[in-house]
Antibody
Framework: QVQLVESGGGVVQPGRSLRLSCAAS????????MHWVRQAPGKGLEWVAV????????YYPASVRGRFTISRDNSKNMVFLQMNSLRPEDTAVYFC????????????????WGQGSLVTVSS | SYELTQPPSVSVSPGQTASITCSGH??????ACWYQQKPGQSPMLVIY???KRPSGIPERFSGSNSGDTATLTISGTQAMDEADYYC??????????FGGGTKLTVL
Protein backbone atom coordinates (compact mmCIF):
# COMPACT_ATOMS: atom_id res chain seq x y z
CA GLN A 1 0.00 0.00 0.00
CA VAL A 2 1.07 3.58 -0.60
CA GLN A 3 2.91 5.12 2.33
CA LEU A 4 4.33 8.61 2.74
CA VAL A 5 6.29 9.35 5.90
CA GLU A 6 7.50 12.86 6.65
CA SER A 7 10.34 13.77 8.98
CA GLY A 8 12.52 16.73 9.86
CA GLY A 9 10.06 19.07 11.52
CA GLY A 10 10.77 20.96 14.71
CA VAL A 11 11.20 24.37 16.27
CA VAL A 12 13.36 26.88 14.42
CA GLN A 13 14.11 30.57 14.87
CA PRO A 14 12.92 33.15 12.34
CA GLY A 15 15.38 33.58 9.49
CA ARG A 16 16.85 30.10 9.91
CA SER A 17 16.53 27.06 7.65
CA LEU A 18 15.00 23.61 7.92
CA ARG A 19 14.82 20.60 5.61
CA LEU A 20 11.88 18.24 5.52
CA SER A 21 12.05 14.73 4.10
CA CYS A 22 9.37 12.38 2.84
CA ALA A 23 9.97 8.66 2.36
CA ALA A 24 7.66 7.06 -0.19
CA SER A 25 6.83 3.39 -0.62
CA UNK A 26 4.23 1.10 -2.10
CA UNK A 27 4.16 2.56 -5.62
CA UNK A 28 6.43 3.30 -8.58
CA UNK A 29 7.87 6.55 -7.28
CA UNK A 30 9.48 7.58 -10.55
CA UNK A 31 6.12 7.94 -12.33
CA UNK A 32 4.41 10.44 -10.02
CA UNK A 33 4.83 14.12 -9.28
CA MET A 34 5.10 14.88 -5.58
CA HIS A 35 3.86 17.82 -3.52
CA TRP A 36 4.15 19.57 -0.21
CA VAL A 37 0.97 21.03 1.30
CA ARG A 38 0.82 22.86 4.63
CA GLN A 39 -1.79 23.68 7.22
CA ALA A 40 -1.29 26.40 9.81
CA PRO A 41 -2.80 25.68 13.25
CA GLY A 42 -6.58 25.88 13.03
CA LYS A 43 -6.43 27.03 9.39
CA GLY A 44 -7.04 25.60 5.94
CA LEU A 45 -4.82 23.85 3.44
CA GLU A 46 -2.20 25.68 1.38
CA TRP A 47 -0.30 24.09 -1.48
CA VAL A 48 3.45 24.79 -1.13
CA ALA A 49 5.38 23.07 -3.91
CA VAL A 50 5.34 20.43 -6.63
CA UNK A 51 8.11 18.57 -8.41
CA UNK A 52 7.41 16.64 -11.58
CA UNK A 53 7.88 12.88 -11.75
CA UNK A 54 11.29 13.23 -13.40
CA UNK A 55 12.42 16.24 -11.40
CA UNK A 56 12.53 18.50 -14.45
CA UNK A 57 9.88 20.99 -13.30
CA UNK A 58 9.11 22.69 -10.01
CA TYR A 59 6.34 25.15 -9.15
CA TYR A 60 5.61 27.22 -6.07
CA PRO A 61 3.01 29.77 -4.93
CA ALA A 62 4.15 33.35 -4.42
CA SER A 63 4.14 32.95 -0.62
CA VAL A 64 7.19 30.66 -0.64
CA ARG A 65 8.80 31.19 -4.05
CA GLY A 66 12.48 32.07 -3.69
CA ARG A 67 12.65 30.75 -0.10
CA PHE A 68 11.56 27.10 -0.45
CA THR A 69 13.01 24.48 -2.79
CA ILE A 70 11.55 21.07 -3.52
CA SER A 71 13.75 18.23 -4.72
CA ARG A 72 13.61 14.48 -5.11
CA ASP A 73 15.95 11.49 -5.14
CA ASN A 74 14.38 8.86 -7.38
CA SER A 75 17.04 6.32 -6.42
CA LYS A 76 15.90 6.46 -2.79
CA ASN A 77 12.17 7.21 -3.24
CA MET A 78 12.54 10.43 -1.29
CA VAL A 79 11.27 13.97 -1.70
CA PHE A 80 12.60 16.97 0.21
CA LEU A 81 11.60 20.52 1.06
CA GLN A 82 14.40 22.94 1.83
CA MET A 83 12.95 25.92 3.69
CA ASN A 84 15.13 29.02 4.04
CA SER A 85 14.52 32.44 5.60
CA LEU A 86 11.70 30.99 7.68
CA ARG A 87 9.03 33.32 9.05
CA PRO A 88 6.54 32.88 11.90
CA GLU A 89 3.76 32.62 9.32
CA ASP A 90 5.43 29.46 7.95
CA THR A 91 4.42 27.68 11.17
CA ALA A 92 2.29 24.74 10.06
CA VAL A 93 1.95 21.01 9.66
CA TYR A 94 3.62 20.11 6.39
CA PHE A 95 2.14 17.20 4.45
CA CYS A 96 3.83 15.26 1.70
CA UNK A 97 1.31 14.24 -0.97
CA UNK A 98 1.32 12.24 -4.18
CA UNK A 99 -0.11 13.71 -7.36
CA UNK A 100 -3.08 11.74 -8.61
CA UNK A 101 -2.05 11.62 -12.27
CA UNK A 102 0.71 9.56 -13.86
CA UNK A 103 3.71 11.42 -15.27
CA UNK A 104 2.27 14.90 -14.93
CA UNK A 105 4.39 18.02 -15.19
CA UNK A 106 1.85 20.23 -13.38
CA UNK A 107 -0.22 19.95 -10.20
CA UNK A 108 -3.46 18.03 -10.49
CA UNK A 109 -4.98 16.53 -7.34
CA UNK A 110 -3.59 14.70 -4.30
CA UNK A 111 -4.56 11.06 -3.88
CA UNK A 112 -2.32 10.02 -0.98
CA TRP A 113 -1.11 12.07 1.98
CA GLY A 114 1.43 11.54 4.72
CA GLN A 115 0.69 12.10 8.39
CA GLY A 116 2.41 15.48 8.42
CA SER A 117 5.40 17.08 10.15
CA LEU A 118 5.02 20.10 12.40
CA VAL A 119 7.26 23.09 11.79
CA THR A 120 7.21 25.87 14.37
CA VAL A 121 9.00 29.13 13.61
CA SER A 122 9.50 31.06 16.81
CA SER A 123 12.17 32.89 18.72
CA SER B 1 -4.30 34.73 -8.14
CA TYR B 2 -7.21 32.34 -8.48
CA GLU B 3 -9.53 32.08 -5.47
CA LEU B 4 -12.07 29.49 -4.38
CA THR B 5 -14.83 30.39 -1.92
CA GLN B 6 -16.61 27.94 0.37
CA PRO B 7 -19.20 28.56 3.09
CA PRO B 8 -17.51 28.32 6.51
CA SER B 9 -20.10 25.90 7.84
CA VAL B 10 -22.97 23.66 6.77
CA SER B 11 -25.33 21.76 9.05
CA VAL B 12 -27.39 18.70 8.18
CA SER B 13 -29.59 16.21 10.00
CA PRO B 14 -28.63 12.53 9.92
CA GLY B 15 -30.04 10.80 6.85
CA GLN B 16 -30.56 14.06 4.97
CA THR B 17 -28.61 15.43 2.01
CA ALA B 18 -25.73 17.84 2.55
CA SER B 19 -24.51 20.15 -0.21
CA ILE B 20 -21.24 22.05 0.03
CA THR B 21 -20.45 24.61 -2.64
CA CYS B 22 -17.17 25.92 -4.00
CA SER B 23 -17.18 29.07 -6.14
CA GLY B 24 -14.55 30.42 -8.48
CA HIS B 25 -14.38 32.34 -11.74
CA UNK B 26 -15.21 29.90 -14.56
CA UNK B 27 -14.50 27.00 -12.22
CA UNK B 28 -16.40 24.75 -14.61
CA UNK B 29 -13.51 25.14 -17.06
CA UNK B 30 -11.15 23.54 -14.52
CA UNK B 31 -11.26 20.22 -12.71
CA ALA B 32 -12.54 20.26 -9.14
CA CYS B 33 -11.87 17.79 -6.37
CA TRP B 34 -12.80 17.45 -2.72
CA TYR B 35 -11.02 16.36 0.45
CA GLN B 36 -12.39 15.30 3.80
CA GLN B 37 -10.37 16.02 6.92
CA LYS B 38 -11.32 14.84 10.39
CA PRO B 39 -9.68 16.33 13.51
CA GLY B 40 -6.10 15.24 13.95
CA GLN B 41 -6.03 13.39 10.62
CA SER B 42 -4.57 14.00 7.19
CA PRO B 43 -6.91 15.03 4.37
CA MET B 44 -8.49 12.26 2.33
CA LEU B 45 -9.58 12.54 -1.30
CA VAL B 46 -13.31 11.89 -1.73
CA ILE B 47 -14.01 13.27 -5.23
CA TYR B 48 -11.63 13.98 -8.13
CA UNK B 49 -12.06 15.24 -11.70
CA UNK B 50 -15.41 16.78 -10.75
CA UNK B 51 -17.40 13.56 -10.32
CA LYS B 52 -15.15 10.55 -9.77
CA ARG B 53 -14.91 8.64 -6.49
CA PRO B 54 -11.67 6.98 -5.40
CA SER B 55 -11.81 3.34 -4.46
CA GLY B 56 -13.32 2.89 -1.01
CA ILE B 57 -15.31 6.13 -0.95
CA PRO B 58 -19.02 5.44 -0.33
CA GLU B 59 -21.50 6.04 -3.13
CA ARG B 60 -23.30 8.64 -1.01
CA PHE B 61 -20.50 11.08 -1.96
CA SER B 62 -20.97 12.74 -5.35
CA GLY B 63 -19.74 15.83 -7.13
CA SER B 64 -20.63 18.23 -9.90
CA ASN B 65 -18.96 21.24 -11.52
CA SER B 66 -20.47 23.78 -13.89
CA GLY B 67 -20.26 27.50 -14.51
CA ASP B 68 -18.68 29.13 -11.49
CA THR B 69 -19.64 26.49 -8.92
CA ALA B 70 -18.58 23.00 -7.92
CA THR B 71 -20.73 21.10 -5.45
CA LEU B 72 -20.06 18.18 -3.14
CA THR B 73 -23.23 16.30 -2.26
CA ILE B 74 -23.51 13.77 0.54
CA SER B 75 -26.71 11.76 0.37
CA GLY B 76 -28.01 10.03 3.48
CA THR B 77 -25.44 11.85 5.63
CA GLN B 78 -24.08 9.87 8.53
CA ALA B 79 -22.51 11.01 11.79
CA MET B 80 -19.14 9.73 10.54
CA ASP B 81 -19.29 12.30 7.71
CA GLU B 82 -18.87 15.17 10.17
CA ALA B 83 -15.57 16.76 9.14
CA ASP B 84 -13.95 19.68 7.35
CA TYR B 85 -14.25 19.58 3.57
CA TYR B 86 -11.93 21.38 1.16
CA CYS B 87 -12.38 21.91 -2.55
CA UNK B 88 -9.39 22.22 -4.86
CA UNK B 89 -9.07 23.20 -8.51
CA UNK B 90 -6.53 22.29 -11.16
CA UNK B 91 -6.29 22.37 -14.91
CA UNK B 92 -4.67 25.04 -16.99
CA UNK B 93 -2.41 26.61 -14.40
CA UNK B 94 0.81 25.58 -12.70
CA UNK B 95 -0.66 26.08 -9.25
CA UNK B 96 -2.99 24.07 -7.03
CA UNK B 97 -5.63 26.15 -5.27
CA PHE B 98 -7.70 25.19 -2.23
CA GLY B 99 -10.91 26.66 -0.96
CA GLY B 100 -11.00 27.91 2.61
CA GLY B 101 -12.81 24.83 3.89
CA THR B 102 -16.30 24.04 5.16
CA LYS B 103 -17.08 22.52 8.53
CA LEU B 104 -19.89 20.00 8.13
CA THR B 105 -21.90 19.42 11.27
CA VAL B 106 -24.29 16.48 11.49
CA LEU B 107 -26.88 17.17 14.17
Amino acid sequence: QVQLVESGGGVVQPGRSLRLSCAASGFTFTTYAMHWVRQAPGKGLEWVAVISYDGSDEYYPASVRGRFTISRDNSKNMVFLQMNSLRPEDTAVYFCARDGQLRTQRPTFFDYWGQGSLVTVSS
Amino acid sequence: SYELTQPPSVSVSPGQTASITCSGHKLGNEYACWYQQKPGQSPMLVIYQDTKRPSGIPERFSGSNSGDTATLTISGTQAMDEADYYCQAWGTTTAAVFGGGTKLTVL
